[in-house]
């Protein structure tokens, strides 16, 4: 069975500053994806980035970036230069097994974004 | 390009009536996926669907839930009796064709269903 953690329901950040938003796995499987989404107040669920588990760089779109450690089965998300937007709820997520299966997500931590 | 397109957005039923819910998939993607999200909870997967096929229902609770994704228009998930605690915010996903585990799925905006 596959899980995910995400320890921190809710963070504080100033507008500016960087910020990581924690996520571990447990799975048994040797080839797997992570994803983060984003779900904003309005409710839809919008792709941010992925990580695979062979991947050996970690994964940067934009202003985000995954800190892959695999060893530790942790996928953390770092957004730098935090904006008012980034404010919404973070989902970790995670596929196996070849891929078709449906993803595994976590509880979510509520990022909120001070001015 | 139309992304996954779900409808309606909001679903109000009494208790006992049937909630059927829609789902546009990409164009060109053939896997469509259907995700439950209680209030405070992330998403939980319910069933995961190909044209004419069912491949896996394991998150789908095995009483008066139904889905199916027919050869020609959209998928339907189909709670039968609703009781209150089938309110929630209803996902569907879809993916292309070429299957890879890093393929992201792509999300429609969801359709809030609300038990009286």
């Known amino acids: 069975a596959q899980k995910i953690t995400q320890t921190q329901p809710g963070m504080f950040v100033q507008e500016k500053e960087a910020v990581t938003l924690d996520c571990t796995y447990d799975t048994s499987d040797q080839s797997y994806g992570l994803f983060w989404y984003k779900q904003p107040s309005s409710g839809e669920m919008i792709f941010l980035i992925y990580q695979g588990s062979y991947d050996e760089q970690n994964a940067t779109e934009g202003r985000y970036s995954l800190n892959f450690q695999k060893a530790r089965k942790s996928a953390n998300l770092v957004i730098s230069a935090s904006q008012l937007g980034d404010s919404a709820m973070y989902f970790c997520?995670?596929?196996?097994?070849?891929?078709?299966?449906?993803?595994?997500f976590g509880k979510g931590t509520h990022l909120i974004i001070q001015p | 390009n139309a992304g996954v397109m779900q409808n309606p957005r909001h679903l109000v039923r009494r208790r006992g009536q049937e909630a059927r819910l829609r789902c546009s998939p990409v164009?060109?993607?053939?896997?469509v996926y259907w995700y439950r999200q209680l209030p405070e909870e992330g998403l939980k997967f319910m069933v995961y669907l190909q044209k004419e096929n069912i491949i896996d229902e394991s998150g789908m609770p095995k009483e008066r839930f139904s889905a199916e994704f027919p050869k020609e228009g959209p998928s339907i998930l189909r709670i039968q009796q609703v009781v209150r605690g089938d309110s929630a915010a209803y996902f569907c996903a879809s993916s292309p064709l070429a299957q890879n585990s890093n393929q992201p799925q792509h999300f429609g905006d969801g359709t809030r269903l609300s038990i009286l």
């Open positions: 164009k060109g993607h053939s896997h």
């Open positions: 997520a995670m596929r196996s097994r070849g891929g078709a299966d449906g993803l595994t």
